[in-house]
């Protein structure tokens, strides 16, 4: 394996009824006035706005609001949050909902302190000397958000999606009930399954030596998913198999599972610049893309994705070649996503080829994409065209 250092300072709360035992103390850790960031509004429906509002009122924490954050959370909705941080002078953020909230949070946090253009921490490799302390209450399990230091911002203006981290952006404390997951939506919960299942999916396409504890700690995840994913889609309320998703979610990108792996990425920024221009789901980007990456890139490492098949997915070898079983392990993700009711191809959001070039182009703007494959533009093009 790689040599590593291991950082994540983020206090998990996990379980019921820790929300009402231990934000307050939380949050006056870090000061009396407190910015809650959230979306749409779905956290008024089922109760979880009056619970958190009422509980910091009462313990005479002074409450600001920033709603309206999007799905693909955008670079002029950070900019008018951070603007309202200043004016009130906010001692700590607490983001409730998904991964599009928490992201769009450590956006701000960064760019609160920073006097220059928070975008400069997207497009440049230039980092936060500081950041506005921030927790989060879960709402999907998705991301990993909750117990890492990266976020992604879109850029609407200019058509990029960029993903930025700092050792400054981990959050400070991560509340994750299961119970604030029963409401969201059979198509959410289902974007929200493949997009922790592709983050495992990028660490576990690595060519870095001596990594059998990870990859064994990598395929428990896939398989914990597997095993429980069509148990949250039809029946939304089973709390243990909403918890166990959830926290498979954050143990997908919290660190933990590939420590010392290089991993792979390239789908999650090939899905970057879908999603930059044609605003999807991000989880629905990474469905139809995933398996058309990993047919590109078969034969620069058939021995993983034989594993895969062999260990996740089951298959069985006999009278098989290596190929062909490997073959078989990618027809079983898609199959998997498929079962869940994610999208196949770019056409099941009329996307077309129209744009194909530009995106390729713009994905290796800075070189080369991915580390199990180095993909460059004409290799991008490929997959786009194959996904259509």
Sequence with gaps: MNPFVFWNPTVLYYGQNQ??????????????????VYG???IKTFGLYDKVVNL????????????????????????RAIELCRQ????????????????????????VPYEGDVWDFYQTQKRPNEALPFGTILTLAATGSE??????????????????SSPLTFPKFSFCDAENTFTVSREQTMYGIVDMFSHVLEAYFSHTPNTFLQERLMESVMQTIIENAQ????????????????Y??????????????????ATHAIEHEVSAIYDIPHGGGLAILFPNWMNYVLDAGIDRFYQLATRVFHIDSAGKSQREVAQEGILAVRRFFTSLGAPRALSDYQIGAQEIERMAEHAVRIGPIGHYKK??????????????
């Design 231 to 246: 148990k949250v889609l039809d029946h939304p309320h089973d709390f243990a198999a909403r918890e166990t998703i959830m």
């Design 147 to 164: 117990m890492n230091s990266g976020g992604v911002i879109t850029n609407w203006e200019t058509k990029e999606k960029i993903g930025s």
């Design 40 to 42: 749409g509004g779905s």
């Design 375 to 388: 993909l460059e533009r004409e290799d991008v093009a490929a997959i786009l065209r194959a996904a259509l």
């Design 88 to 111: 009130e002078e906010i001692d700590l953020l607490l983001a409730v909902g998904g991964g599009s909230v928490l992201d769009a949070t450590k956006a701000i946090a960064a760019g």
């Design 19 to 36: 929300i009402e035992q231990h934000l307050v103390s939380e949050v006056k850790k870090y000061g009396s006035k407190v910015l809650l």
């Design 248 to 265: 498979c979610g954050t143990m997908a990108l919290n660190g933990m599972i590939s420590m010392g792996v290089q991993g792979d990425w």
């Design 56 to 79: 910091l009122k009462s313990a005479d924490i002074t409450v600001f609001e920033f709603s309206g954050v999007e799905p693909n959370p955008r670079l002029t909705t950070v900019h």
